[in-house]
């Protein structure tokens, strides 16, 4: 089955620089959405992209789309300590249930 | 409302004992799911259900049975516990089939 793969696996920035973290994808998608997921926590929502749409924004997350690399991108813009966690994105098959990509643990430092 | 809770939050077992995780959810949503995450895994779907009284099968099924007698509740079933089932296990639930999951907060497991 497809999964998403993020990129980096890993990302460390200071305080108040924007993060950037990727995931790809293999097959055709009706939609993909982005978690967060704080240490020992469950996941959140962060933001949902239908395969129409090239971007979307929420707060200071900027989610983009492009179904024809089959890659999205997630920006956190201002970046706060409280951002450092995990981040997934999940992809929505047609025929498959939603499946989620091994995350990018974001470290905001001080 | 509570969202969806998790119970028990850490669990520990011994190989060959059995248990039961319950998932409650309060909103009322068609579609819940079992996840286990394991480092450098990400999140595998165990078992779903798409309404009460129906179960299916994900990913990783093995070792695992489920019931979702009622509506809000979705319980994950361990009927001999083994090593390799220490995870996290997540339930989360949505209201359509791809709309956004609602996780709760997760349980614990080690088996030793």
């Known amino acids: 089955s497809q999964q998403g793969e993020e990129d980096p696996q890993a990302l460390s920035i200071q305080e108040g620089e924007n993060a950037t973290m990727n995931c790809s994808y293999k097959?055709?998608?009706?939609?993909l959405q982005w978690y967060r997921q704080n240490s020992g926590r469950g996941l959140v929502h962060l933001i949902l992209?239908?395969?129409?749409?090239r971007e979307k924004h929420s707060g200071r997350l900027r989610v983009t789309l492009d179904t024809s690399k089959k890659s999205s991108s997630l920006l956190i813009t201002a970046s706060r300590a409280a951002d450092t966690a995990s981040y997934f994105c999940?992809?929505?098959?047609?025929?498959?249930?939603?499946?989620f990509g091994k995350g990018t643990r974001l470290h905001i430092l001080p | 409302n509570a969202g969806v809770t998790q119970t028990p939050k850490f669990r520990v077992l011994k190989t060959g004992q059995s248990m039961t995780l319950l998932c409650a959810q309060d909103?009322?949503?068609?579609?819940m799911y079992w996840y286990r995450q394991d480092p450098g895994m990400g999140l595998r779907l165990i078992h779903y259900?798409?309404?009460?009284?129906?179960?299916a099968k994900g990913e990783v099924p093995d070792g695992y049975n489920v019931s979702r007698l009622k509506k809000q509740n979705f319980l994950l079933g361990l009927e001999s516990a083994a090593p390799s089932q220490t995870s996290v296990y997540f339930c989360?639930?949505?209201?359509?089939?791809?709309?956004?999951?609602?996780f709760g907060p997760g349980t614990r497991l080690t088996v030793l």
């Open positions: 989360a639930s949505s209201y359509g089939d791809h709309n956004e999951q609602f």
């Open positions: 097959t055709s998608i009706n939609n």
């Open positions: 992209i239908r395969s129409n749409e």
């Open positions: 999940a992809t929505d098959a047609r025929d498959d249930k939603i499946i």
């Open positions: 909103m009322n949503h068609e579609y």
């Open positions: 259900s798409v309404g009460e009284g129906t179960t």
